[in-house]
C-alpha cells in the first residue's frame, strides 16, 4: 500500500499566484481531511470529505480557499490569490470507512514570497 | 465545538526516564482518542489509541489512561529513549469523526 499521496512536496510561490495542492487517498478509504500546520496555529482541520461530499468546510480560512473531491481518490486543495501568511504545512489524511484513525500523507510545504 | 488542551509543551528528560503528556477536552460526547508522534519534517503517526469504554491501554512502552469522568487522557513512555524525541499530539474524536488536536509536546529525551 502506498500510503496518502501528496504533491507537490515542496512549493513556494508568489503573493498573488493560484496553487493547487493534490491528494490521493488509501484506497478503500472513504473520508478524506485537508489539514495546515504552522507553528503558531498547530494543527488545523480546513475540511473534511465523506464519500467526496463536502461535510464540513467550517474551518476554510476565507474565500480565497477551496477544497474539490471529484472522485473517491483524488482531491484538490486551491488558493487563489495565495498570501505570505498562508505559508504552512498541508496534510492530507484519510480514512477507512467505519473506521476513525486517520492516516496522513507526507504534506505540501508551501512558501508564499 | 471541541477543546482539546495539552500540556507541557515542551518536555526534556534524560534517557531510560518515563515521560507524561496530559490532555483534557470539552466534549463529553467524545469516544476516541488517538496520540500521534510527529518526527521533524515527518507527517504524524499514530502510536496509540484508546476508546471511552477502557480505561487503559499498553502497547510495550507506550501506554495510554482516560478518565472520562474528568475528561482527561495522558500519554505515558517509560524507559524513554532518544528516537522518542519528537512532537506528541493528543486528539479527540467525537460522534462526526472528525479529529480536534492538541497543540502538541516537544518531547527530548537527553542521552
Known amino acids: 500500500d502506498a500510503g496518502v499521496i501528496q504533491s507537490p512536496r515542496h512549493e513556494v510561490t508568489e503573493m498573488g499566484q493560484e496553487v493547487t495542492l493534490r491528494c490521493k487517498p488509501i484506497?478503500?478509504?472513504?473520508?478524506l481531511f485537508w489539514y495546515r500546520q504552522t507553528m503558531m496555529r498547530g494543527l488545523e482541520l480546513l475540511i473534511y470529505f465523506n464519500n467526496n461530499v463536502p461535510i464540513d468546510d467550517s474551518g476554510m480560512p476565507e474565500d480565497r480557499f477551496s477544497a474539490k473531491m471529484p472522485n473517491a481518490s483524488f482531491s484538490t486543495l486551491k488558493i487563489q490569490p495565495s498570501e505570505p501568511r498562508d505559508s504552512a504545512v498541508y496534510f492530507c489524511?484519510?480514512?477507512?470507512?467505519?473506521?476513525?484513525?486517520?492516516?496522513f500523507g507526507p504534506g505540501t510545504r508551501l512558501l508564499v514570497l | 465545538g471541541e477543546n482539546v488542551e495539552q500540556h507541557p509543551s515542551t518536555l526534556s528528560v534524560q534517557e531510560g526516564d518515563s515521560a507524561v503528556i496530559k490532555c483534557t477536552y470539552s466534549?463529553?460526547?467524545?469516544?476516541?482518542f488517538p496520540w500521534y508522534k510527529q518526527e521533524l519534517g515527518k507527517r504524524p503517526q499514530l502510536i496509540i489509541d484508546?476508546?471511552?469504554?477502557?480505561g487503559e491501554k499498553k502497547d510495550q512502552r507506550i501506554a495510554v489512561t482516560l478518565n472520562k469522568t474528568a475528561k482527561h487522557f495522558s500519554l505515558h513512555i517509560t524507559e524513554t529513549q532518544p528516537e522518542d524525541s519528537a512532537v506528541y499530539f493528543c486528539s479527540s474524536s467525537g460522534s462526526a469523526r472528525q479529529l480536534t488536536f492538541g497543540s502538541g509536546t516537544q518531547l527530548t529525551v537527553l542521552p
Open positions: 484506497s478503500g478509504h472513504n473520508s
Open positions: 466534549d463529553s460526547a467524545s469516544n476516541y
Open positions: 489524511a484519510s480514512t477507512l470507512r467505519g473506521q476513525e484513525t486517520q492516516y
Open positions: 484508546i476508546r471511552s469504554n477502557v
